[in-house]
T-cell receptor, first 110, second 113 residues
Framework: KNEVEQSPQNLTAQEGEFITINCSYS?????LHWLQQHPGGGIVSLFM???GKKKHGRLIATINIQEKHSSLHITASHPRDSAVYIC????????????FGKGTHLIIQP | KAGVTQTPRYLIKTRGQQVTLSCSPI?????VSWYQQTPGQGLQFLFE???????NKGNFPGRFSGRQFSNSRSEMNVSTLELGDSALYLC????????????FGPGTRLTVT
C-alpha cells in the first residue's frame, strides 16, 4: 500500500512570496495528482504528472520518479491562492485507486 | 460542457438506515470514482468504475457498494449507517482510470445521527 506524505501541513506566507509544497510517496506510481480544495469543499484538479514538470500560469509541478517526490510551486502568491493543496498518488491497478496526502493548508496574507 | 453533478447535496440519516448517492459524470467520461472525506482521515478512495465494471475498490467494509450504469452515471450505497459514516462523499469523473485528470463533483454531505 502506498503511503503519501505532504509537508508542510500548514503554511502562512505574505502576498508575493514563492511557495513550495512537497509530496513524497513510498512505492512506484503511474500518476501523481495535485488538487486544490477551497473552503466549502469543492476540489479542482491542478495537475496530473507521470514525469518531468508542468506549468500552468503561476503554478508549477515537478516530479522526480527515482526519488519518489513531487513538488508544487506557486510563484507571486496571492490571497486567492489560499486553499488546501492535496497530492494523490496512483500506483496502477489493484485495490489502491488514488492514495491521498493529508493536505497542506495554505494561507496567503495581503 | 456541464460539470460533474452529485445528488443530493445534503442528507441527514439515522443510524441503521441505508442511503444512495448519485453521480452524473461529464459527458463522454467513462470512469467514475468515489471518495470519502472526513476531518480525521482526510480523503480516502472508495471505488472506481469504468464502463460499468468496478476496477478498483478501497479498504471499506462491504456496507459500501456502488454501481455504474450504461450512461456512465454512478450510484453508491451505504447500508446500516453508522455515526462514523458522516462525511463528505465526492465523486470524480475522467476519460479513463486514475492516470487521467480527475474532475470532481461538489460532493454530498452526509450526516448520520
Amino acid at each position: 500500500k502506498n503511503e503519501v506524505e505532504q509537508s508542510p501541513q500548514n503554511l502562512t506566507a505574505q502576498e508575493g512570496e514563492f511557495i513550495t509544497i512537497n509530496c513524497s510517496y513510498s512505492v512506484g506510481i503511474s500518476a501523481l495528482h495535485w488538487l486544490q480544495q477551497h473552503p466549502g469543499g469543492g476540489i479542482v484538479s491542478l495537475f496530473m504528472l507521470s514525469s518531468g514538470k508542468k506549468k500552468h500560469g503561476r503554478l508549477i509541478a515537478t516530479i522526480n520518479i527515482q526519488e519518489k517526490h513531487s513538488s508544487l510551486h506557486i510563484t507571486a502568491s496571492h490571497p486567492r491562492d489560499s486553499a488546501v493543496y492535496i497530492c494523490a498518488a496512483y500506483s496502477g491497478g489493484g485495490a489502491d485507486g488514488l492514495t491521498f496526502g493529508k493536505g497542506t493548508h495554505l494561507i496567503i496574507q495581503p | 460542457k456541464a460539470g460533474v453533478t452529485q445528488t443530493p447535496r445534503y442528507l441527514i440519516k439515522t443510524r441503521g438506515q441505508q442511503v444512495t448517492l448519485s453521480c452524473s459524470p461529464i459527458s463522454g467520461h467513462r470512469s467514475v470514482s468515489w471518495y470519502q472525506q472526513t476531518p480525521g482521515q482526510g480523503l480516502q478512495f472508495l471505488f472506481e468504475y469504468f464502463s460499468e465494471t468496478q476496477r478498483n475498490k478501497g479498504n471499506f467494509p462491504g456496507r459500501f457498494s456502488g454501481r455504474q450504469f450504461s450512461n456512465s452515471r454512478s450510484e453508491m450505497n451505504v447500508s446500516t449507517l453508522e455515526l462514523g459514516d458522516s462525511a463528505l462523499y465526492l465523486c470524480a469523473s475522467s476519460q479513463g482510470l486514475s492516470t487521467y485528470e480527475q474532475y470532481f463533483g461538489p460532493g454530498t454531505r452526509l450526516t448520520v445521527t
